[in-house]
Antibody, heavy 119, light 107 residues
Framework: EVQLAQSGAEVKKPGESLTISCKGS????????IGWVRQRPGKGLEWMGI????????RYSPSFQGQVTMSVDKSVNTAYLQWNTLKAPDTAIYYC????????????WGQGTRVTVSS | DIQMTQSPSSLSASVGDRVTITCRAS??????LNWYQQKPGIAPKLLIS???FLQSGVTSRFSGSGSGTDFTLTINSLQPEDSATYYC?????????FGPGTKVEIK
């Protein structure tokens, strides 16, 4: 069974750094892109970027380029999303999702990681 | 970037009604259009891929159509469990983008 297990909720202060994770299981982790999606409170889904675990090739949405960093550690089948300097507007739920194929949908989703940034 | 729009932004319908949600892309995306359902507090669920391909395990009350720039999601015989927000998403460009969502409520 394909599963994406995300790390737990985080509460941080503005200016702090943070890395959240997404561990894949039940499939070949290195052959499917992993995407990240932001959902601010009461708002819609925003696509942040995708990363290919096989070679760490990453594509960012222009809205998130330079704001976050995606990475993977294929030895532990885990993708990461990192912030160096958190801001209050980063408060959101962050989902990872598996891309079925190059032009395909996001077919499996993690349960989401809630990030709260507040002083 | 490809922009996605949806209409309506919300709707209220009765059990048994037929509901149609429209999604439009700012340029042709062939049939690289996917539909997701999201209920409060839960991750989105893929309903339809490639504009009209119903995912395994999804009720046949859902159907999708369209190509190019205009797409529709139809829910036949609306049920209480269909209360959710529905998002379209294009996968034509590797700068994937979602529509703003359509909230479906049951009267």
């Amino acid at each position: 069974e394909v599963q994406l297990a995300q790390s737990g909720a985080e509460v941080k202060k503005p200016g702090e750094s943070l890395t959240i994770s997404c561990k894949g299981s039940g499939y070949s982790f290195t052959t499917h892109w992993i995407g990240w999606v932001r959902q601010r409170p009461g708002k819609g889904l925003e696509w942040m970027g995708i990363i290919y675990p096989g070679d760490s090739d990453a594509r960012y949405s222009p809205s998130f380029q330079g704001q976050v960093t995606m990475s993977v550690d294929k030895s532990v089948n885990t993708a990461y999303l990192q912030w160096n300097t958190l801001k209050a507007p980063d408060t959101a739920i962050y989902y990872c999702a598996r891309l079925r194929n190059n032009y395909g949908p996001f077919d499996y989703w993690g349960q989401g990681t809630r990030v709260t940034v507040s002083s | 970037d490809i922009q996605m729009t949806q209409s309506p932004s919300s709707l209220s319908a009765s059990v048994g009604d037929r509901v149609t949600i429209t999604c439009r892309a700012s340029q042709s995306i062939s049939n690289y259009l996917n539909w997701y359902q999201q209920k409060p507090g839960i991750a989105p669920k893929l309903l339809i891929s490639s504009a009209s391909f119903l995912q395994s395990g999804v009720t046949s009350r859902f159907s999708g159509s369209g190509s190019g720039t205009d797409f529709t999601l139809t829910i036949n015989s609306l049920q209480p469990e269909d209360s959710a927000t529905y998002y379209c998403q294009q996968s034509y460009s590797d700068l994937f983008s979602f529509g703003p969502g359509t909230k479906v409520e049951i009267k």
